[in-house]
């Protein structure tokens, strides 16, 4: 009976695999449970190496596995413990691998954080409606004050933190502490005591600042009578509490929020430092001109100096001595030339007229007759018969008579 049964129920139904059943399971579950809050005490707690976070979510009738993967850690500012009682956010899933259903937590607190929370955005929102928040009611945060209050605990990190930093980076102004503490349920009328106290100092900017914390850790700066003074305070201020994630009321309402002191003191030392910088450089600037002046002048000198010395009577003389030993020179070789060319031109009418002379015509083989009464004949009628004529040759002369 029974096996007909299972064979028909067999026929019916289909068949799943465990991977199968997981799936649908963790479907289901992080359709139904996708965001919720779970109140209950942490057991078991785990810190991995990559950063993750495992433990187990109970209470008096049962247990839940829970993970807090190091993505969602890195943004708390509570970090988990061992028995805390405290509030998780998240959603429920299943761990197919094994088949454990547990939640992903999203964001966790610790249990009474709720209330403080609700009362915090309350506040939050009943001084906004007020325009505290406004930012055409805030004052311009000088970037160069050199004189600075700080409104801290003396023994906290935070200080330590803030005064490092204005040190490393050589920031030359002037600090005032005023001590205070920053956590219990002394710390709001203590903090409003020691910024009333900074009010009335010669500071130019006044700097609000603790380390991080919970949120009841931080607690003291959401008192509404200190978020008030501090929007009413007459000296431009910068409210830099906790990390980064962290937010608490005397942010909203300071002139200017630093994610943390140490942003705080990075803001006022990096103008400081540009300023410096645009000194420095216009000290070098001053420090050049003078030495580029004074070798432009010892320029202008040294040329002046040149002129001057080519105006003097003496450089003068000088310049004339030279001119007429230039014209001298030049005289001497004028003459010496004109010279050699009467020389040669003389000697070429020498040769001349030694070539064109009676002696050396009659050396040609020429010879030229005379009468007796010693006249040159030139003409053959001149000739009388029987009479006599001298024949001169380049040897000497003959005594001819004329025959017909």
Known sequence: MQTELFEQEEDDTPILNVSDVTREVRKTLEHKFFQIW????ISNLRSHSSGHFYFILKDSKSQLKAVLFRGDAMGLSYIPKEGDECLV??????????????????????????????KFEKLKNSLMEEGLFEESRKKAVPSLANKIGIVTSLTGAALQDFLS??????????????NSSVQGKEAPSALRKAIRKAMTWDIQLLVITRGGGSLEDLWAFNDESLVRLVADCNIPT???????????????????RAETPSAAAEWISSAFLAHRESIDEITNRFLRAPKHFFSKKVDRLDFLKVRLDGSSPISQIERQHQHLDEVENRLKTYLRHRRERMVDKLQSLDHRLTNCS?????????????????KILSKASSLQNKGKIIAHFSDGSRNLRVED
């Open 358 to 374: 009676l002696k050396s015509t009659l050396k040609k083989g020429y010879t030229y007759l005379k009468n007796e009464e010693g």
């Open 165 to 178: 930093i204005l040190k490393r980076r050589k920031w030359g102004g002037e600090t005032y502490l005023f």
């Open 38 to 41: 779970v109140r209950g005490e």
């Open 238 to 256: 910068i409210s830099a509490i906790g990390h980064q994630t962290d937010f608490v009321l005397t942010d909203f309402v300071a002139d200017l």
């Open 89 to 118: 956010f998240g959603g429920i899933t299943v761990y197919e691998a094994r088949g454990d259903f547990q939640i992903r937590v999203k964001h966790l607190m610790q249990d009474g954080m709720g209330s403080l929370r609700e």
